[in-house]
């Protein structure tokens, strides 16, 4: 108060005058706060409508399966959920060296090094994988993708094997695990361990998801958005089951979609 009444407050009308002055100036900071609230919740409101309107425009431009969509949103929700609940969220690249075989081989033996390598990091994170609870492990949106040659803050590096056929990830991990150093810092420095001896994997990008958790499970799913991979043939989802926690490695034959995470 001292910045509005300099002297000695002697007298009682200059005390009954600061009395009234300060109740202003802090009903006037609680209008403001309740401003900028409101206003802040407008411009939220107005940012995901613009979201959804420009969603709808992708999905009609690209004639989106709005099966497919249905899918893809719900795997937003579980992004959303788990971040909500503490967990982090990286998107993981997955390039590869060239495969043999058909596109169906070659994605069934992505999936293959992609279940080691998240297998290899459960033990990173937890003492006793077998026994925790499916819910409370880290969570790994595996999808295959194909290269896009534009100019994208979020792109991956360029991809020439395999005719640009790739692997991206969306790994959330709980904030509770064994790791005493960010998941990004992790893999860069265990990256030799991760790639493993057979060098299938030619190197690992992990890095913390900046844009919103919407734009970026589109970011991962826009070629099965596009409907250039089917939606059965790319996704992996992990953990599947109990048996698949271990270092042994798997075929994946069926979609994950029986797999249900509680909170």
Same mark, same amino acid.
């Given at each position: 108060?001292?910045?509005?009444?300099?002297?000695?407050?002697?007298?009682?009308?200059?005390?009954?005058?600061?009395?009234?002055?300060?109740?202003?100036?802090?009903?006037?900071?609680?209008?403001?706060?309740?401003?900028?609230?409101?206003?802040?919740? &407008?411009?939220?409101?107005?940012?995901?409508?613009?979201?959804?309107? #420009? &969603?709808?425009?992708?999905?009609? &431009?690209?004639?989106?399966?709005?099966?497919?969509?249905?899918?893809?949103?719900?795997?937003? #929700?579980?992004?959303?959920?788990?971040?909500?609940?503490?967990?982090?969220?990286?998107?993981?690249?997955? @390039?590869?060296?060239?495969? @043999?075989? @058909?596109?169906?081989?070659?994605?069934?033996?992505?999936?293959?090094?992609?279940?080691?390598?998240?297998?290899?990091?459960?033990?990173?994170?937890?003492?006793?994988?077998?026994?925790?609870?499916?819910?409370?492990?880290?969570?790994?949106?595996?999808?295959?993708?194909?290269?896009?040659?534009?100019?994208?803050?979020?792109?991956? @590096?360029?991809?020439?094997?395999?005719?640009?056929?790739?692997?991206?990830?969306?790994?959330?991990?709980? !904030?509770?695990?064994?790791?005493?150093?960010?998941?990004?810092?992790?893999?860069?420095?265990?990256?030799?361990?991760?790639?493993?001896?057979?060098?299938?994997?030619?190197?690992?990008?992990?890095?913390?998801?900046?844009?919103?958790?919407?734009?970026?499970?589109?970011?991962?799913?826009?070629?099965?958005?596009?409907?250039?991979?089917?939606?059965?043939?790319? &996704?992996?989802?992990?953990?599947?089951?109990?048996?698949?926690?271990? !270092?042994?490695?798997?075929?994946?034959?069926?979609?994950?979609?029986?797999?249900?995470?509680?909170?």
């Amino acid at each position: 108060m001292s910045g509005h009444f300099r002297g000695n407050w002697s007298s009682t009308s200059n005390s009954t005058t600061a009395k009234q002055t300060a109740k202003t100036d802090n009903s006037n900071q609680s209008n403001r706060y309740k401003f900028n609230q409101h206003e802040s919740e &407008i411009d939220h409101a107005g940012q995901s409508t613009k979201s959804n309107r #420009q &969603i709808h425009e992708y999905d009609r &431009i690209c004639r989106v399966d709005p099966v497919t969509r249905q899918l893809v949103d719900g795997y937003t #929700q579980l992004v959303i959920d788990r971040v909500n609940d503490g967990w982090s969220c990286h998107l993981m690249t997955f @390039p590869f060296v060239q495969l @043999p075989g @058909p596109r169906g081989a070659v994605i069934l033996a992505m999936k293959d090094e992609i279940q080691r390598v998240y297998s290899t990091f459960l033990t990173r994170t937890h003492r006793k994988t077998r026994t925790t609870p499916a819910d409370e492990l880290p969570i790994l949106i595996g999808i295959a993708d194909l290269q896009v040659y534009k100019r994208d803050p979020m792109s991956s @590096p360029l991809i020439l094997c395999n005719g640009g056929l790739h692997f991206h990830g969306l790994l959330m991990v709980p !904030p509770d695990t064994r790791l005493d150093i960010p998941v990004e810092d992790h893999f860069r420095d265990y990256q030799d361990m991760y790639l493993g001896k057979h060098r299938l994997i030619t190197g690992l990008d992990v890095r913390p998801v900046t844009e919103t958790h919407e734009r970026a499970v589109d970011y991962v799913f826009k070629t099965t958005l596009r409907g250039r991979v089917s939606y059965d043939d790319g &996704i992996l989802l992990l953990p599947r089951a109990r048996d698949e926690l271990g !270092p042994a490695r798997m075929r994946e034959t069926e979609p994950s979609s029986d797999l249900v995470f509680t909170r």
